[in-house]
């Protein structure tokens, strides 16, 4: 149940780098903070992490968005803050840096990246080895300012993973200021949850290797650390982490391709956690009230997520067909030719919703409608050939062919096309199955579509007979001697 946002309820942000196009971990990711801080009267901030200048485009912090708002999560609601931009506050990451150089928690260095890597190669370690620490060194133009990891081990306790132990030992003098004065990421994230009042961090686990020295960061900077949560990365079938590069992660791609965001919604919320009854119940699909009263971080699995773009489609399949039909017809018009008759489409739609596993699909199962009355469907010579075969096929089409052509207007129903077609099989002893072959094809121009006397009740008396009609003559066309 969603609470009303209440003084001093808690503070989730989701944080993306505007680098690329929006990924659907990240998607992910958004939403565990959005339905915990909707459930729990707390507050979803948004945070665009701009600080990369090399990587950044303006033109993906839009996309982040109106990918946000395309799975629900609006800056309507009072949930909401933001978009912050972590490029504005660039001078507090600054002072904060400062301050841990003044109280001794951090120190400066002017080892090049090379140098400390010479140093490493011949003490035999890896990384830094905190060769600046008691040298004094003080600010100067090319030195790096380093964060003085203490002795002892660091314990994150993880909502997910419980207490993650990690020694210090293990972690070297990590940089907080570059040479050129300009801040890492990890000091300015800290730095902005700090500022933020954030008091949940629920990212994904990729993150993990950097959260002991963030807590750290908080503690030196005197501030209580926030309630952190890891949850582990979606994976493709190989088991590999989704990649940009092999994997179709955009969520605008799944958008565009006709997947209806709560059908997204409900997949990303059920990828490595189950909500509770689904079992019993035999299915994950449940509302995003359902999920956002359920969501349990502690529930989610330690293991990654295989984001399985075939279960995504059926979650869509099952959503589709679950669709009033006007937010159908709404959903799908997007994907429809400008000069198709919405009339004509809505009448057929009902027969055509539960096939669906994209809305994109719609257009290729009826446009044999849409033709115009006098051109006819371009023919799939297969079907036709094997519907053609049957020694009895064309008698029985031409018996359906007169049949229909004379049913009076009143009759043009998808009921009396039915009835018409069974007791006119009765003689020839075939199924309803095998008799509507030949008549799919000629009407169609294919084997498989909408049910067949709902789409000849959609396409009117003319227009069937025209078509039944020519694949008569083509018939005999065939048959006749040369
Ligand atoms: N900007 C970081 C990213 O997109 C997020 C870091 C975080 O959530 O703390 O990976």
Known sequence: MTTAPTPGGPRFRFAPSPTGSFHVGGARTALHNWALARRLGGTFVLRIED????????????????????????????HFEGPHFQSANAEAHVAAAQRLFESGAAYY??????????????????GYDGYSRDRG??????RVLRFRVPDGTTVVNDAVRGDVSFENSTIEDF??????GSPMFLLANVVDDIEMSITDVVRAEEHLPNTPKQQMLWSALGETPPRWAHVPVLVNEQRKKLSKRRDKVAL????DDGILPDAMVNYLMTLGWTPPGAEEAGSEIFSWDALEAAFDLSAVAHSPAFFDIKKLVAFNKQYIKNLPLDEFLAAVDADLPADWDRQ??????????ERLERLGDAPGLVDFLFLGDDVDPELDQAAWDKAVKPEWAASFL???????????????????LKSTMESLMVPYEIKLGKAQALPR???TGRAVGPPLFEAMDVMGRAETVRRLRGAVTRLEASSAPD
């Open 51 to 78: 600080t990369d200048e090399a990587r950044n485009r303006p033109e993906w912090t839009q996309g982040i968005i109106d990918a946000l708002a395309w799975i629900g999560i609006s800056a309507d609601d009072d």
């Open 109 to 126: 260095c002017d080892l090049t990246g090379q140098e400390v890597q010479d140093r490493a190669k011949e003490l035999g370690i890896t």
């Open 137 to 142: 060194l003080e600010p100067a133009p090319g």
């Open 175 to 180: 940089v907080l200021l570059r040479g050129n």
């Open 252 to 255: 605008e791609s799944y958008r």
């Open 344 to 353: 004509r489409f809505a009448a057929i739609a009902p027969h055509i919703m």
């Open 398 to 416: 031409s018996d359906v062919t007169e049949a229909y052509a004379e049913l009076g207007d009143g009759e043009w129903t998808d009921e009396t």
């Open 441 to 443: 094809v000629a009407v």
